[in-house]
């Protein structure tokens, strides 16, 4: 699956983002960000202001409030245009998904039973009720319930199984899934979901969804500006009695003082509450989301991916994510008295109608080690004995001989039925094979105990560093597999998890996903078929694979579209980010009123109190300069972060402590120190074209 | 900073931090219930009062049992003020006091603000300080700690429904913490030479006559002003000193002890009968910073990791070592007009302090009382130079949480602390979490509601006070010190200081009543909120630490408090203290 992926202000992103800055000037929205809103409200007060001034009776210099108010609007417009980037780079990437669905047609029929007469109609056209026929090699175009027929149907493309599955009329195997194949015969389907409702539907409009749900550290968040606004306010609003009264009090004395100007109470305002961080905070949002999709991993919700950052337990399928899907056949062990060729040939033997992953790599095994070939099947008159989950065996007879290979035990029951032995050596190679963490089967030829067959675990090169990764982010993972104690003990030290559930059932990692959570840690999951979903349902993060049954996937909140289950991490990582750009964002905004206090109180009171001119400690070369390039630099910060509000703050993974003084240093101090140079330069600049 | 002023500052922490451990587990064991001598003395109580000690209350509750326990001792004390003349124990036979005074009096005891509009041995009879004053330095502190008693169990329990007994925790404060704390320091003030006794005032005459200039006053008792707004004198001559008793040792040590700083005199501790000798000074001290110290460790303990404590206490120390440099500092500045008038100028500014104390133990007592919301003082603040001026101001914008008042400075401190962590857990990717408690929306809505309230009533009425006519009659000086009069009137109240800058002439029925409500909604528009946030974390899970976890007991995490308190004191404030003390050095020091 690949999406197009694009450049930070493309054209085909920034152009009409430009436009929608301008369209979300609408008080309705702007109401929603309540920092931004206070800007908003402020720049109309400042033209209204300035419209005075025209007419003569101006606070100040009409040419002085003219450019703050252009700067003020510019500072809402450069906030909205954040947001509206980022919601242009959600719609083009659902635009892409939604190209991802196939046009497929339906047969709908006019009558509900079979021979009726019917109409081709498009899928999209289907309505919940409609009734439709589906033949041989077509494709199911909608969920729905089987009324009548039966039918095979390949279901891989849902389930990842290739065996097809019958699907009939009433009882557990009447419901049909969009997407599907009929393989052989035909049914009737009524549809039970209208278009627009299906899975990859509702991923498609929880994407696109502009007006998306605040996440709850996005509205903790929020509140804190909120209140820092109202702080900021409350300073503001009461400087202007505090000034009047000191401009009376200085006049006592030196009889020059005139109180500060409303335009400059705004400035101070506007410069002093959040806005940098606010501008922003929906474009952080939007763009984390962005980033999941671009990982082609499909959230529910925002809160989901927020809580991916704070896991601190994974629990992972061994087979398929931390070792390679299938075992492979590694080394034969014979039994006393028996050569290996003898193991390999009736190995061979067993294996030969064996279609499994298992069971081809032991014919490829036996042909590495003794050269022996593959035997045409018809020429040897055999009768194949396929695995069935009772006898737990596979094997041929053939010319008298009964070759089987399973499970110890169940050779043994076997070999005991037919009146042999199971030496004990057979039985201690067998031990010995489990503890090396792989899995022993044992091949029989009639009642004589041929060996045992090591079936080994491969474990995904590159996982342990993961895992490494994962342990320094502060989070523990747990493999969860069917497999024995043993076996797991090994694989679980050979992959470096930090823990393991050995023969796990659907109820076993329920527990354990309670266990944990009961110990106050968040859990994360991957997880694929149907006896998943229980756990998927509990654990707070969790990640179904595209490929993976539907019930998992309703159980999970996000959906894997590649099926890696490592994927997770990345969305831990995703998760880890939106907060961390938020948190750092904040820390710059906060640390940037020190600067602005510096620029702006000399200035706004140097009218009432000359001495105050010490404390203009940049050198600004005026006080309305000074004002007027506080108000540009928190302006122009807003457009210069966009960039790290949609890349996201980098992420590392190091110790808590560690994480935090570097962005502390970094966002603090940086931001502490940089308007202190950024509101020179504009002084400067605003000198050199002669503004100031 | 002279010698003697690092000497002195080193000796008062060093013997601080020696309480901080004993009394804080000694305070933990109380609040615990492990004191068993408890139950003889308190059963009997509770079956008095009908309290059944074992049943918990969530937070509305508790927050409804402390405020209605801290209206009715507002409402016992507005009483014995309004009837006092009526009532025994008056040997000066003083009138009722008028309703508006009593009632700033009343709220301000109630909220452990002691803000005093009016002079205590003037004013006051011996009744009224003992019954309502002195009692409310008791249970006003009390409440405090329960308050933040509850807060610890808020962080400290595993969702609960509950944070504890508040008549239980009120009642075990008073009798095993306060009382005995009074009680023995009452005892160490007295052998220094502090008066404790119910004679009636002493007249003695004075070797010579003494000729003074007296403020002309009307009939509202405020005093004349001509046409320049300065204030009418008259000659006066006299050859005889009232000199006031009264039981000073006993309210003296609560005084200190619960971070009151209401002061049985109008001098306060600059007063030779409250404070005679430089070692009760220091005693005085410690018993100020004594309880919110140890309430440090107490937090520690009963959370079950007492580096957390020490974080806390490690953070308070820092900011108070620098203040109190600053302080004392500025104060070894002598005033650039005095030293050209030939003035030596290596005294320091000695304008308005007690030779007794010198430049040091009233620099460090003025830094101590003004933040730790005490009150007390033991010089005139109004006299200091402004920089030296602003050093108290600031001490208690920062909101009276660098050690604070008994209880309130922690809780007000935690409040922060969540504050800090919210910014910090962001940063490192993680739904912030303190102790082990996932901080929310409801943590931040209350947390933003608990630092928003103080300055808002600080500015605010500040704002009304220089609007209004009444506001400007009281103030007494010319130029920016005027507006630093009335600012500081406004934070002490607001933040339950009590100090004066003096100066001010508050004791008219605006500022009565406009302090009168600053001190209420600054109390217990903290004290509800801070409760929520109690209920709200007590119902949670407690979040296991792991290596994601930021952990909030190292230098780093200091740092990060310190840092948020200051940017938050400093970011509300810097506009006003720039018209305010900032100017007047700059003019001061430019020589105007």
Known sequence: MTRKTFTLFDPALAVPAVADAFRKLNPAVQWRNPVMFVVYVGSILTTILWLQALGGKGEAPAGFILTITIWLWFTVLFANFAEAL??????????????????????????????????????????????????????????????????????????????????????????????????????????????????????????????????????????????????????????????????????????????????????????????????????????????????????????????????????????????????????????????????????????????????????????????????????????????????????????????????????????????????????????????????????????????????????????????????????????????????????????????????????????????????????????????????????????????????????????????????????????KQMLMTRGSLTTFSIANDIAKYFAIIPAAFVSTYPQLAALNVMGLASPASAILSAVIFNALIIVFLIPLALKGVKYRPLGAATLLRQNLALYGLGGVIVPFIGIKLIDLALVAIGLA | MSNHAWLLLGLFLIVLLLTVKPLGTYIANVMEGRFRLAGKIENPLYRLCGIRPDDEMGWLKYAFAILLFNALGALVVYALQRLQADLPINPQAFANVSPDSAFNTAISFATNTNWQGYGGEVTMSYLTQMLGLAVQNFLSAATGIAVVIALI??????????????????????????????????????????????????????????????????????????????????????????????????????????????????????????????????????????????????????VGDTRQGWAVLAAMSLMFVTLAYAAMHFEQQANPLLTQLGVDPSAGNMEGKETRFGIAESGLFATITTLASCGAVNAMHDSFTPLGGLVPLLDMQLGEVVFGGVGTGLYGMLVFAIMAVFIAGLMIGRTPEYLGKKIEAFEMKMVSIAILVTPLLVLVGTAIAVMLADGRAGVANPGAHGFSEILYAFTSAANNNGSAFAGLSANTPFYNVMLGVAMWFGRFGVIVPVLAIAGSLAAKKRIAVGAGTLPTHGPLFVTLLIGTVLLVGLLNYVPALALGPVIEHLVLWAGQ
């Open chain 2, 153 to 302: 169990r808020g962080f400290a329990r595993n969702t609960a429904r509950s944070i504890g007994n508040a008549w239980v925790d009120l009642c075990r404060i008073t009798l095993y913490v306060l009382l005995p704390l009074a009680i023995i320091c009452a005892v160490v003030l007295t052998s220094q030479g502090v008066i404790q006794n119910f004679d009636a005032y002493k007249e003695v005459r004075t070797l010579e006559v003494t000729s003074f200039e007296t403020p002309k006053l009307d009939e509202a008792g405020q005093p004349l002003k001509d046409e320049q707004g300065a204030v009418i004198t008259e000659p006066a001559q006299t050859q005889s000193q009232t000199l006031a008793m009264g039981p000073v040792a006993s309210q003296e040590a609560i005084k200190m002890l619960g971070t009151n700083g209401g002061g049985f005199m109008n001098a306060n501790s600059a007063h030779p009968y409250e404070n005679p000798t430089p070692l009760s000074n220091f005693i005085q001290m410690l018993s100020i910073f004594l309880i919110p110290a140890a309430l440090c460790f107490t937090f520690g303990r009963l």
């Open chain 1, 86 to 575: 980022a919601e242009g780079r959600s719609k083009a990437q659902a635009a892409s998904l939604r190209g991802l669905k196939k046009e497929t047609w339906a047969k709908k029929l006019l009558e509900p039973k079979y021979g009726a007469k019917w109409n081709l109609v498009p899928a999209t056209d289907l309505r919940k009720g409609d009734v439709i026929v589906i033949q041989a090699q077509e494709t199911i175009p909608a969920d729905g319930e089987v009324i009548e027929g039966v039918a095979s149907v390949d279901e891989s493309a849902i389930t990842g199984e290739s065996a097809p599955v019958i699907r009939e009329s009433g009882g557990d195997f009447s419901a049909v899934t969009g997407g599907t194949r009929v393989l052989s015969d035909w049914i009737v389907v009524r549809v039970t979901v209208n278009p627009g409702e299906t899975f990859v539907d509702r991923m498609i409009a929880m994407v696109e969804n502009a007006k998306r749900q605040k996440t709850p550290n996005e509205i903790a968040l929020t509140i804190l500006l909120v209140a820092l606004t109202i702080v900021f306010l409350g300073v503001v609003v009461t400087l202007l009695p505090f000034s009047m009264f000191s401009a009376e009090l200085a006049n006592e004395v030196a009889g020059a003082g005139t109180p500060i100007s409303i335009t400059v109470l705004i400035a101070l305002l506007v410069c002093l509450i959040p806005t940098t961080i606010a501008g922003l905070l929906s474009a952080i949002g939007v763009a984390g989301m962005s980033r999941m999709m671009q990982a082609n991993v499909i959230a529910t919700s925002g809160r989901a991916v927020e809580a991916a950052g704070d896991v601190d337990v994974l629990l992972m399928d061994k087979t398929g994510t931390i070792t390679l899907g299938n075992r492979q056949a590694s080394t034969f062990l014979p039994a006393d008295g028996v050569t290996e060729a003898e193991l390999a040939d009736a190995a061979q033997l067993a294996s030969l109608a064996d279609e499994t992953p298992e069971g081809r790599s032991i014919v490829v095994l036996a042909k590495q080690r003794f050269q022996l070939r593959e035997r045409d099947i018809h020429a040897l008159d055999a009768h194949f004995v396929h695995f069935s989950a009772h006898t737990r065996m596979s094997g041929v007879d053939m010319a008298g001989r009964q070759v089987r290979k399973g499970a110890a035990d169940a050779i043994k029951k076997h070999v005991e039925t037919l009146g042999g032995k199971f030496p004990a050596s057979v039985s201690g190679k067998v031990d010995e094979v489990a503890r090396r963490g792989s899995t022993p089967l044992v091949v029989a030829d009639g009642t004589r105990v041929m060996g045992v067959i090591e079936l080994k675990d491969i474990v995904k090169g590159g996982i342990k560093e993961r895992f490494a990764e994962l342990r320094k982010m502060g989070i523990k993972t747990v493999m969860v597999t069917g497999d024995n104690r043993i076996t797991a003990a090994a694989i679980a030290a050979e992959a470096g998890v930090d823990d393991f559930l050995p023969e796990a059932t659907p109820e076993a990692k329920l527990a354990l996903i309670r266990e944990y959570q009961s110990e106050g840690r968040l859990v994360a999951m991957t997880g694929d078929g149907t006896n998943d979903a229980p756990a998927l349902a509990q654990a707070d993060v969790a990640v179904a694979m595209n490929t993976g049954t539907q019930a998992a996937k309703e159980a999970g909140n996000m959906v894997d579209l590649d099926s890696n289950p490592t994927k997770l991490i990345e969305v831990v990582e995703t998760g």
